[in-house]
């Protein structure tokens, strides 16, 4: 599986700049606030963009068009931005280190 380096390295650029951010962890009686750097969080799936509180959302060029509008439809009414990447959901995964496809991939806040 080869992976465009390009468009390889805007996303890794593009990841780096949102571990910086800062992500509320709630514990039982208490929120902590840990740096996405150590935590790592991100959410694979589908539906977290209206589950969780979501920073960013990054969605691969090869997933199903329904999918890419709805999502960006709720992006928009969240006000969340989105990223569309180049390559294919399985190079979108390959950058995260997971063995399967990745059709969106959601940054928390």
Do not use: P
Request: hydrophobic share 40%; proline share 0%; glycine share 2%.
């Amino acid at each position: 599986m080869s992976i465009n380096t390009k468009s390889h390295m805007n996303l890794l650029d593009l990841i780096k700049k949102s571990k910086t951010m800062l992500i509320l962890k709630k514990n039982k009686k208490r929120v902590s606030i840990i740096g996405a750097k150590k935590v790592r969080k991100f959410l694979i799936c589908k539906k977290s963009y209206r589950l969780y509180l979501v920073k960013l959302i990054i969605m691969s060029k090869s997933s199903l068009n329904t999918i890419k509008s709805t999502i960006i439809y709720y992006c928009l009414l969240n006000s969340v931005k989105y990223y569309i990447y180049d390559g294919t959901d399985l190079e979108l995964g390959a950058i995260l280190n997971k063995n399967f496809r990745t059709n969106c991939i959601a940054i928390c806040k």
